[in-house]
Every structure is written in structure tokens, then in C-alpha cells.
């Protein structure tokens, strides 16, 4: 191992020698233009005002082109002077086209209205997303959009965002109930969320088959499963970054929706209407859904239990924009999210997230640079009263700040930027023999970034760079990051990333939890052991190191195939003492560190490989996933696996859409898993507490049920499968209003896939069985 991680630093101090040298050399041409013009703007939808999100934008009979990206913002630079004409294509909107005139040293503006097209689904529409396969790197990130969500079986009446993650390759879910997202061996805590550039703490809900986002509001997400690049930091496995669409600018639109698990309502709408282009606009949009399934599930699944599914919770969401007559544009946005269980085999769990914050986005007159900026404070806190009478708490609330500028050159581009957050954690836990561990801290963190996009022929480079330093553990993080792509064929593609990571947070839990559904956090601790494994840990970060390559191979101009392998070498990670005996105070000076730190150490790694299959043509959209994974840790004495260790996981999802008027949709997901491990139960003895110190007798006082436990995870449940299906009707009642009817069954052939095992009386927990479900949309 320890030579493992001298190769790991080698090749770290040559990656960042070169990365630093590329862009230092690139950032020099960035106000070299010659006597060349700029067209710039906006893609906008024509009926609603929102924006357009990557739309193919080019000048017709050169290869002079770009995809617009989440605002609807394109850029062409490095044109020669002279007259030209604009093509804009999208799928879903008619081909538009404009005459432009440049001429030298010109920054032309130009906001572009695309028209709903009359085109039906089964004539062909040539889409953006292969040239964009083209010109990005595009390694293990997969964008997620609204109409992608539409395609999974859904539960009850509405897509759902957890509901999607869940087919994604490389993504673990480990159940119906309590079940939470492991990315390529990434824990919850690893994985950081961001709405609108603003830390979201947990965005998934205990019944697992929600996330607190509503699918309707979602304009676009980006999931990076590993070696994502430096304008992202501050965790060591993944990023979910979701952006949410602006409300209508035109017209007061909105939907109203209800199913046996809940309801929804959104509305939207002008404050200041759009009528010209040369004027400015605003709008609102705001959500909010909930659950009542504690009391429903009486009356649709008494089946499954008498009380009710003791799952409960409600999600706000609101925004305000406001467009500039240039683009520019100012968001401010709200979101209050709760969930509370009432679970018999763990008494009480609730937890409330909440936050405030705003983005902008500039187009500075007379200068090619975009800049974007972000303010937020966001909030969490959950709580956890089980059987054990030993409160679980954790809160974490805090903010954080970016300043972002992306200069355009030609094909390349050079972004970098700066961000700072501050946080206060505050935790109270027990571990499994009674140990109390507990923390009340305040941290602060910042970081700066460079990255550049390179294109030469058919070889993309997009080397960065991102420089971490942590206030609380007084440690700084270099990190060089290294993406690759080289177009081999039209078709066939090669791609690599990679890079060094690192993050402060700790989870706030247990490995030994059977049912693990409280999720709290902890910043990271600079009371650690002095040595692990015979060595001296030098510093208090957890790091990983990625290494991710594959290629991308289209099988027809339809049909689409991905393969990655990848290794997260994960070089320190730190870990609540599941074996704390004894109190870390001086009269204990002669016990080893692993048997009185709150914290210990631990390395690890995760690697395996993806394959995906992708098909969209017409009335018809397959998706189908395959992924094998390995995971393990070494706590200094013993290897073991995590919980979340999966080895096969399949995921075939399929649509077809039908009807005269193509207003049926039917739908099919099935999902296999092998085992997760598990902890077993060795045996049982008397846990006598001696509340009475030494005068306690032990003779007369009744102790409790104490629980020796086996091998950590040295154990694996039963295969995990399940199908599901759901059927949509869709009603158009007029020009802007439907009705849209949704019948779904989940786990059709009642797979009984097991939850856990009570430890005590050995009663045998399943996840959900059979759940059909009924839901009405109404859309105005």
C-alpha cells in the first residue's frame, strides 16, 4: 500500500507541473483576437421565455460552432469579418436561421427565439448531442433532463429525480426504505449536491423512492461519477449539479397533481412580461409537494402494514428571475425541505434542510468573458431517538461563494474562478458500546481553479487545476485534474480523466447500523491517531485519487455505447471509532490510539467498470446498464468491504410511446442486485451496566440484552430484484391545458427483497412489496 501511494504523489507532482505549464501558456491568448468578431446571446424558447439548454448554434458552410450551455448562452469567437448567416437547430423546434454582418474586433449580441415545432414524434429530428460528444471530454458525466425523467416508470403520478440517479451506471441504491445513493463506491457523504450553485445536505428522502427536488422545476443535472474537473472540490467521489428553470415570462402557467403517495402544486408567471427583445423581463416559479402516506397507505397498502408506512414529508421550492436586455440575468431562490419517519424498529426520525441564495450571470459589454457568480446559506439538521433511549444528533449550516469567468477562443476555452464556505457542525452520537462522542465546530474553506479546454484536430484536452485550503485542519490540498478525448473515427471515441481530490466532512453514523437511516454529517477532525499502519499520517484530510478511462462507440446514428473503467484510490479516509473503549483524557495515556480516538484512519479503494447501452429513436427509448464493482477498506489491522459493497447491478428501462395521437405511454424498468454484505449476529450475553459503580450487584440487577457481533460485513444478503411498469394517458383540453393519467405498478411479481434481519427476535424485515399506484396531473 504504502508504495502504491508513493506512485500515487509521483505522478501527482508531474500532473501538476504540466497542467500548471498548460495553463499558464493558453491564458496569455486569452485578449489575443486579431482583428477577428464575436457573435454571442441567448437561445431562448419563443412561447415561454425560458432559456434553451444546448442548442447547436453555427455559421452555416464553416465549422465554426458551439452548443449552448444551461442558460441558453452561445458563443462564437474568432470569426473572420464579413456577412454570414446563423442556423439554430434543437430538437422539438424549427431550424432557425438569421443574417448577420460582423465586422473586425465586432462583439455582436444576438438573443435567438426558437418556434415549438409541428414535427410529430415519428418523423426524425437530428438532435445537438452527438456534436457534443464530439467536442466535450464528456467522461463519467451523465446530463439528466426533464423529458429523460419522463421515460422511467414512475411512482404515483409524477418522474422523480431519485427515481432516475437509481439507473445511472456506476450508481448503487441500497433499498426502498432508508435506501441512499452510492456513487462507484462513493458514500452519501462523499457525494456533493448543489441547486443553483447552493449546498443541498441530504437530498433524498427515507422512503428512498423520492428526492426533495420536483422533477418539473428541474432544468437540467449533471451527475460526474468521478474525475470531474477543478471547478468542483471539496468531496472525493462525485457531483450532482442540478440548475432549476426560470418561471414562464409569458403567461401564468402551472400544475396541480395527485397520487395515493401525495400531491403537488406548481405556479408560474410573468412579474414583469416579456414583449421585446431589446426590453428586460422577470418571473416567479414556485413548488411544493408532500406526502401523506402514513395515512393513505391505511387504505391502499393496509397489506403491507396496519399502521401505515410511517413515512411522511413536504418540499418548498421558490424562485425569482430577472433578465437584462442583453442576457444578463439575476436569480434568487428559497427552499425549506423536512422528512420525518415513525419506524416501530427505530422509534423517531425527522429531519428539516432549509436555504436561501442567489446566481448571476453577466455578458460585460465590449468583452468576450462570461461571469457567473453565487451567494448561499443553507441548513440541516436531523435527529434520531431509537430503542437504545441515546439520541442521535447532527446539524450542519453554513455558506458558501463563487466568482466564476470563462473567456472563449475559438474552439477553446479558459475558465477559472475562486469560491469560499463556511460551516458549523454540531453532532451527538453513541457508538455501539455506549462511547459518547460529540463535537461542536466552525470551519472554513477556500479554493481557486483554472481550467482550460483545448481542441486540436481530434484531440480534446481539458487540463485544471484547483488549490484547497482547509482553515479548521490548517492544511492545503494541491490538485492537479486531467481530462482526454481523442476522436478516432466520427464514430468511435477514446476518453480519459483523472485527477486528486479531497474533502473535510466525516458521516455521522454507523458501519454497524442494520437499518441506517440517519444521515448527519461532521467536519473533519485533527484528532486523529499519529500513526496508521506504522506510518505518520501527515495531515488531516481524506484524499482520492481517480483514474477513469474508456471510449464511446455509436453502434447507429440511434443507438449509442459506453464503456468506463475506473479506480478511486481512496489515500486516507477517516472513519467514527466503532471500537472506542476509553475516554481520550491523560490517565489513559497507555491505551492505543484505536481504542480511545473519536476518529480513526482508514485507506481503501473502489474501482470496476460500466457499460451502457443507449437507444432513442422515433416512439422508442432503451436504456440498459450493467455495472461491476469492487469496494474495500483497511482500518490499519483488517481489510473489509462496506455495506454498500454490490458487485453486479443491472438496469434495463424501456418506453414506448402510441395512439393516434401519441398520447400513450408505457413504460418498464427491472432491476437486479447481488447481495449487499452484512454484519452477523455471533451471539447474546447479559449486559450488565453497573449503574452503581463498584457496590452494583450483580448477582440481583437484570442487565440487558448485550449482542456479540461476527466479522464486520463478512456476510451478504440475497439477490435484490424488481419490475416495475406504469402506463400514461395524456388529455389536451385546449392550447395550454392537458390532463395526463398515470396507473404504475411497483415490484410487479411482489419479489420479497429482504431489508434486514432484527437482531433481536430474528424476525425477518422485507423492503416493499407489490404497490400499485394511481395519479392525475393537471397541467394549465
Known amino acids: 500500500m504504502f508504495a502504491f501511494i508513493k506512485k500515487i504523489f509521483f505522478i501527482k507532482f508531474w500532473l501538476f507541473r504540466i497542467i500548471i505549464s498548460v495553463i499558464l501558456f493558453f491564458t496569455g491568448f486569452i485578449a489575443v483576437n486579431g482583428q477577428t468578431a464575436s457573435i454571442r446571446g441567448f437561445v431562448y424558447d419563443e412561447e415561454t421565455g425560458e432559456a434553451v439548454l ?79 460528444m464530439l467536442t466535450s471530454v464528456k467522461a463519467s458525466i451523465i446530463k439528466i433532463t426533464p423529458k429523460q425523467m419522463t421515460k422511467l416508470p414512475t411512482i404515483g403520478s409524477e418522474p422523480d429525480l431519485a427515481q432516475y440517479l437509481q439507473v445511472l451506471p456506476g450508481v448503487i441504491f441500497t433499498g426502498d426504505q432508508g435506501g441512499q445513493l452510492y456513487i462507484r463506491g462513493g458514500s452519501p457523504i462523499q457525494n456533493k449536491v448543489l441547486l443553483d450553485g447552493m449546498i443541498v445536505y441530504n437530498p433524498f428522502h427515507s422512503i428512498g423512492l423520492f428526492s426533495v427536488f420536483d422533477a418539473d422545476i428541474i432544468k437540467n443535472a449533471d451527475i460526474y461519477t468521478g474525475g470531474f474537473s477543478a471547478e468542483y472540490g471539496g468531496r472525493i467521489s462525485s457531483i ?9 415570462k409569458k403567461r401564468i402557467a402551472g400544475k396541480l397533481s395527485t397520487s395515493v403517495f401525495g400531491s403537488k402544486l406548481l405556479i408560474e408567471g410573468p412579474i414583469k412580461k416579456y414583449k421585446e427583445e431589446n426590453e428586460g423581463s422577470s418571473s416567479f416559479i414556485f413548488s411544493g409537494k408532500t406526502s401523506y402516506l402514513e395515512e393513505s397507505s391505511k387504505i391502499f397498502y393496509n397489506y403491507i402494514d396496519t399502521a401505515g408506512l410511517p413515512f411522511n414529508f413536504t418540499d418548498i421550492y421558490g424562485k425569482l428571475s430577472f433578465n437584462s436586455r442583453n442576457g444578463s440575468k439575476a436569480n434568487f431562490f428559497a427552499y425549506n425541505f423536512n422528512d420525518n419517519v415513525n419506524y416501530h424498529a427505530l422509534s423517531k426520525l425527522n429531519w428539516n434542510s432549509y436555504g436561501v441564495g442567489f446566481n448571476v450571470v453577466l455578458v460585460p459589454a465590449g468583452s468576450s468573458v462570461l461571469i457567473k457568480a453565487n451567494a448561499a446559506y443553507s441548513s440541516y439538521n436531523i435527529t434520531l431517538d431509537d430503542l437504545s433511549n441515546k439520541p442521535r444528533y447532527s446539524e450542519i449550516n453554513g455558506f458558501n461563494i463563487g466568482l466564476n469567468f470563462i473567456y472563449f477562443i475559438g474552439k477553446n476555452e479558459v475558465n477559472y474562478g475562486i469560491e469560499t464556505l463556511g460551516y458549523e457542525t454540531d453532532f451527538e452520537f453513541h457508538n455501539i458500546i455506549g462511547r459518547k462522542i460529540v463535537q461542536q465546530e466552525f470551519t472554513t474553506e477556500f479554493a481557486a481553479y483554472a481550467k482550460v479546454k483545448l481542441t486540436y484536430g481530434k484531440l480534446l484536452l ?29 464514430r468511435f471515441r477514446l476518453k480519459f480523466a483523472g485527477g486528486f ?99 480513526i484512519v482508514e485507506t481503501g479503494n473502489a474501482y470496476g467498470i460500466d457499460f451502457l447501452v443507449k437507444y432513442d429513436y422515433k416512439r422508442t427509448y432503451l436504456w440498459l446498464v450493467y455495472s461491476l464493482g ?118 410487479v411479481y411482489n419479489r420479497n427483497n429482504i431489508f434486514y434481519i432484527d437482531r433481536i427476535s430474528n424476525e425477518r424485515v422485507d423492503q416493499l412489496p407489490i404497490m400499485p399506484s394511481f395519479g392525475l396531473s393537471f397541467s394549465f
Do not use: C
Not at 67 to 74: A, H, M, P, R, T
Not at 240 to 248: A, K, L, P, V, Y
Open 54 to 132: 444546448f442548442s447547436n448554434v453555427y455559421l452555416k458552410g464553416t465549422t465554426i460552432g458551439a452548443i449552448s450551455d444551461v442558460n441558453g448562452f452561445y458563443n462564437l469567437t474568432k470569426i473572420n469579418p464579413g456577412q454570414y448567416t446563423l442556423m439554430i437547430s434543437y430538437i422539438g423546434y424549427d431550424t432557425l436561421s438569421v443574417p448577420v454582418t460582423l465586422k473586425p474586433n465586432e462583439i455582436f449580441t444576438k438573443k435567438l427565439f426558437l418556434s415549438r415545432s409541428d414535427i410529430k414524434l415519428e418523423e426524425a429530428v437530428v438532435t445537438a448531442e452527438r456534436q457534443e
Open 240 to 248: 450532482m449539479d442540478i440548475s432549476t428553470r426560470d418561471g414562464n
Open 462 to 490: 481539458e487540463p485544471s487545476f484547483r488549490y484547497h485550503y482547509y482553515a479548521s485542519l490548517a492544511n492545503a490540498s494541491l490538485e492537479p485534474r486531467l481530462g482526454v478525448k481523442y476522436n478516432l473515427r466520427d
Open 501 to 599: 481530490y479531497s474533502q473535510n466532512l466525516i458521516a455521522a453514523n454507523s458501519d454497524r447500523d442494520v437499518v441506517n437511516l440517519f444521515y448527519g454529517f461532521l467536519s473533519g477532525s485533527d484528532d486523529l491517531p499519529e500513526e496508521f499502519d506504522g506510518k505518520e499520517i501527515k495531515h488531516y484530510l481524506q484524499k482520492s485519487a481517480h483514474l477513469i478511462t474508456g471510449f464511446e462507440y455509436d453502434i447507429t446514428s440511434r443507438m449509442y455505447l459506453n464503456i468506463e473503467g475506473y479506480l478511486k484510490a481512496n489515500t486516507q479516509l477517516t472513519n467514527i471509532n466503532r471500537n472506542k473503549l476509553y475516554d481520550d483524557v491523560i490517565s489513559n495515556f497507555d491505551k492505543p490510539d484505536n481504542l480511545k480516538k473519536d476518529f
Open 630 to 747: 469492487f469496494i474495500d477498506r483497511y482500518d490499519g489491522e483488517k481489510t473489509y468491504v462496506p455495506h454498500y459493497d454490490r458487485r453486479h447491478n443491472v438496469n434495463l428501462v424501456g418506453s414506448y410511446t402510441f395512439g393516434e395521437n401519441l398520447n400513450w405511454e408505457f413504460g418498464t424498468r427491472w432491476n437486479l442486485g447481488s447481495g449487499f454484505p452484512f454484519t452477523p449476529t455471533a451471539g447474546y450475553y447479559e449486559n450488565i451496566l453497573f449503574s452503581e459503580g463498584l457496590s452494583s450487584n450483580y448477582e440481583s440487577v437484570n442487565g440487558q440484552l448485550g449482542i456479540i457481533y461476527g466479522d464486520l460485513n463478512s456476510k451478504r444478503l440475497s439477490y435484490y430484484h424488481r419490475f416495475d411498469i406504469n402506463l400514461k394517458r395524456s388529455f389536451n383540453i385546449g392550447d395550454n391545458t392537458s390532463l395526463q393519467m398515470t396507473f404504475s405498478i411497483t415490484n
